[in-house]
């Protein structure tokens, strides 16, 4: 069934450790977006991307990097955990409104179950 | 100036009334309000968006109402049902706020919905 999954669910680590979260989404979205939830702050933005091989920060990019070389999977990588890197992740995808590489996507995201980290 | 403001953070109903979810914001820039509802367990889910040419949109027992001058919008639940239950995010974008022409979301707190039976 085409979807947006993510892996893993739930992942415990420790400080100071490399974490990979994996995404991968079957539409062909050219837009991706990587969020975290966290009580009382709702979903932030750590990075986007508006196609293979461009990637941006959003509003919380610290300590985070991400790669897409292929247009169905954005994985997110903490170089190196921190207890404040906490968090439940979501990615997410999102059409363009219209063709071409590069075009406005259409707002609507469609997000992933989820993958709950904790960094002891 | 980013920012949208969600209350309240919890809200309790009984089932078959009226859940209201408010959020104001300060950017008249934003000209996209979706709804994004989301279950335990899951990721959120568009629910019903706005765009500021129009004071209400309705479908089913969800609506939304707009106030532009105020700068607020609200969701409103009618004749609300335990399935209900959920929480709720109310966001705002301006189209190409982001570079390469993404639209960034900005994200209320969320509220945490409950219909009790």
């Known amino acids: 069934d085409a979807g947006i999954t993510q892996s893993p669910r739930y992942k415990i680590t420790e400080t100071g450790r490399q974490v990979t979260l994996m995404c991968h989404q079957t539409?062909?979205?050219?837009?991706m977006f990587w969020y975290r939830q966290d009580l009382g702050h709702g979903l932030r933005l750590i990075y986007y991307s508006a196609a293979a091989d461009i990637t941006d920060k959003g509003e919380v990019p610290d300590g985070y990097v991400v790669s897409r070389s292929k247009t169905e999977n954005f994985p997110l990588t903490l170089e190196s955990a921190t207890r404040s890197q906490t968090s439940v992740y979501f990615c997410?995808?999102?059409?363009?409104?219209?063709?071409?590489?590069?075009?406005?996507?259409?707002?609507?995201?469609?997000f992933g179950e989820g993958s709950r980290l904790t960094v002891l | 100036q980013q920012q949208v403001k969600q209350s309240p953070q919890s809200l309790i109903v009984q089932k078959g009334g009226i859940s209201i979810i408010n959020c104001a914001y300060e950017?008249?820039?934003?000209?996209?309000f979706p709804w994004y509802q989301q279950f335990p367990g899951k990721g959120p889910a568009l629910l019903i968006a706005?765009?500021?040419?129009?004071s209400e949109k309705k479908e089913g027992r969800f609506t939304i109402s707009f106030n532009k001058s105020a700068k607020q919008f609200s969701l409103h639940i009618m004749d609300s049902q335990p399935g209900d239950s959920a929480t709720y995010f109310c966001a705002a974008s301006i189209n190409a706020v982001l570079r390469q022409g993404a639209q960034k979301l900005v994200f209320g707190q969320g509220t945490r919905l409950t219909i009790n039976p």
């Open positions: 950017n008249t820039a934003f000209d996209y």
């Open positions: 706005i765009r500021p040419d129009v």
């Open positions: 997410a995808s999102s059409e363009s409104s219209s063709g071409g590489r590069i075009a406005a996507n259409t707002g609507e995201l469609f």
């Open positions: 539409w062909s979205h050219s837009y």
